[in-house]
């Protein structure tokens, strides 16, 4: 049974500051990775998908990478904004073709 | 992509009664998913539902409790039903892409529903 994990649950920066998101996941069998990001009582909006073949994708200011074999991901964040505040999660496909998410990082970026 | 707009955004509900939530995507899909979140953790499945064919239900998830239809290939609904404090949570509205695996999921924003 597949299972993610994200570390740390709660993160507090100083706005400008790089920072990096962790997401592992315990069965290295999966189609894809994706980040989302949910604000407080919202739903949840895609910022980037991994595909299994790929290592790493950008878009902007956010970079994902993946590392199967070991079963991670990570998301960077550069230069980060007050408006960047917001929960981050990250979930594998695999198999059965179900989304399994971790319980995501609570980021706050302080002006 | 695909936008999905998902109603109501939020209730306040009394226990006993139900709530019917709607989905409405701006696309065909095949499969539409239907999560909830319960306050401070993260998504679970409910249920899968096809459209032509009986919701496929997950593990501690039953029909009864969470009716789903799905009429159309751009429609489907969640009821809560006999409702608890226990069911207080954001249920969510998600499909794929392309309607197939490996592709993008997407989210409606989501019903924060209140049981008192």
């Known amino acids: 049974k597949q299972e993610v994990t994200q570390i740390p649950a709660a993160l507090s920066v100083p706005e400008g500051e790089n920072l990096v998101l962790n997401c592992s996941f315990t069965?290295?069998?999966?189609?894809?990775l994706q980040w989302f990001r949910q604000d407080p009582g919202k739903g949840l909006t895609s910022l980037l998908l991994?595909?299994?073949?790929?290592r790493e994708q950008t878009s902007g200011r956010l970079n994902a990478s993946l590392d199967k074999s070991s079963g991670r991901s990570t998301l960077y964040i550069a230069a980060s904004q007050p408006g960047d505040s917001a929960t981050y999660l990250c979930a594998a496909q695999g198999g059965s073709e179900k989304l399994v998410f971790g319980k995501g990082t609570k980021l706050t970026v302080n002006p | 992509s695909a936008v999905i707009s998902q109603k109501p955004s939020r209730d306040i509900c009394q226990r006993g009664t139900s709530l019917t939530i709607q989905c409405q995507v701006d696309s065909q899909v095949t499969m539409m998913f239907w999560y909830r979140q319960q306050p401070g953790q993260s998504l679970t499945l409910i249920a899968t539902a096809n459209q032509g064919s009986e919701a496929t239900y997950e593990s501690g998830f039953v029909i009864d409790k969470f009716p789903i239809s799905r009429p159309n290939l751009t429609f489907s609904t969640l009821t809560v039903s006999n409702m608890s404090p226990e069911d207080s949570s954001i249920y969510l509205c998600?499909?794929?892409?392309?309607?197939?695996?490996?592709?993008?999921?997407?989210f409606g924003q989501g019903t924060r529903l209140t049981v008192v």
């Open positions: 991994i595909q299994s073949s790929q």
């Open positions: 998600s499909v794929d892409s392309q309607g197939a695996k490996n592709t993008e999921a997407f």
């Open positions: 069965d290295s069998a999966i189609y894809n």
